[in-house]
């Protein structure tokens, strides 16, 4: 008898077949059992019929508890009122481990019991939807940029260098030196970037941020292209194109898990390109005829974000931020240098920042200034600063953060869902 996946269970309609999996739920109705069976890949309903409630298979079914391992055989049958469409009619059940008192009950929880049993959380329904979803979404990141010629390059996770900023740095010793854990592969890229034309580098990132929102994650997974010879425009439209792929993907691959999610797909249907875009400069004055008192040369917090994507029903592309606000490396707008050519992406319905980036500094004697100005040891740089010695062009790039995107399409609203364990600020078990 065959193993097969529930997932591919349509495929063996009338076949007897073998799955492996947990128990799920349970129920009996006369002469009837119910086994809501999961294996990682779905859900489907077992049935056992027999006059006799003291069979083998009633014996056997009668033990079972919820989570408990087992091995089932049966035949498929296509039933319209089964979960999924298909049912097994059970002919035999095999049980691998008894689960005892299990934790996670079909009843509420509290969000802390559920973080603090993160490792069996993961088998629920919702959980299991959202992990899926973003698998899929790295799944469209990946075929993506491979499908437009971007390179892949892995960069560095211990580094001796800051990218955004010195106050989120996580430290450790390397052996007798001082090495940080990156919080961007975007300064290696750059010069991948030189080599290979256009790259990207998807990985994990540490920022170790005091302060505890929902929009947060101390170590979060970042997809970064970075394209020699772009300006801010070209980006802009590489990550209008990304955006839409991913949607497509998801709306056409990942329907059910959204269904579970109960996440209206609406508001991600109607997304279109261009985006609408807005200079620092003009939304200002927006956000504070909307309440906020933001000043001129203050960065967006979560409530000038959730303003702005709230007035219109795609993400908004927030460009020209004042250079203070922003990283060291963004080069400045040629008609006004107190502005950068830096873009954020935020989200629809009030997620937030999704993509962060912009055109790089490509000139020397202001790359030094800059370095300067923010108290850079030179000596870290000095590579960074070879990229802008030998052939310097200009070139833009950006991060995508993997966490931000999952939250938004499955209308998550805390982002310590959308990663299977998450690193939270007061948070490192399990
Ligand atoms: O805006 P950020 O900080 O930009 C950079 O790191 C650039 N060096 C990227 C580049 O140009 N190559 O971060 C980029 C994105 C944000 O828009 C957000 O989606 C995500 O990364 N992000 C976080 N996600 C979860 N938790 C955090 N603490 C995050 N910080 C940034
Ligand atoms: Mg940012």
Known sequence: MDWVYIEDIAAHDGRDVEIRGWVYNKRSSGKVRFLLVRDGTGLLQATAFSADKDSPLFQQFDRLTQESSLVVRGRVREDGRAPGGFELSMTELEIVQIA???????????????????HLWLRSSKQHAVLRVRAEVIKAVRDFFDGRGFRLMDTPILTPSACEGTTTLFETEYFDQKAYLSQSGQLYNEATAMAFGKVYCFGPTFRAEKSKT????????????????????????????????IMERVLTKRRHELETLERDPKPLEAIKTPFPRLTYDEAVPVLREKGSTIEWGGDFGAPEETIISELYTSPVCVTHFPAAIKAFYMQPAPENPDVVLGVDFLASEGYGEVIGGGQRIHDLALLEKRLEEHKLPREAYEWYLDLRKYGSVPHSGFGMGIERMVSWICGIKHIRETIPFPRLLYRIYP
């Open 100 to 118: 005892q008192d299990y934790p996670i009950t079909l009843k509420e929880h509290s969000t802390p019991f559920l973080m603090e049993h993160r």
């Open 214 to 245: 929902r929009r947060h994650l101390i170590e979060f997974w970042m997809v970064e292209p970075e394209v020699a010879f772009a300006t801010l425009q070209d980006i802009i439209g590489l990550g209008e194109d990304l955006i839409l792929f």
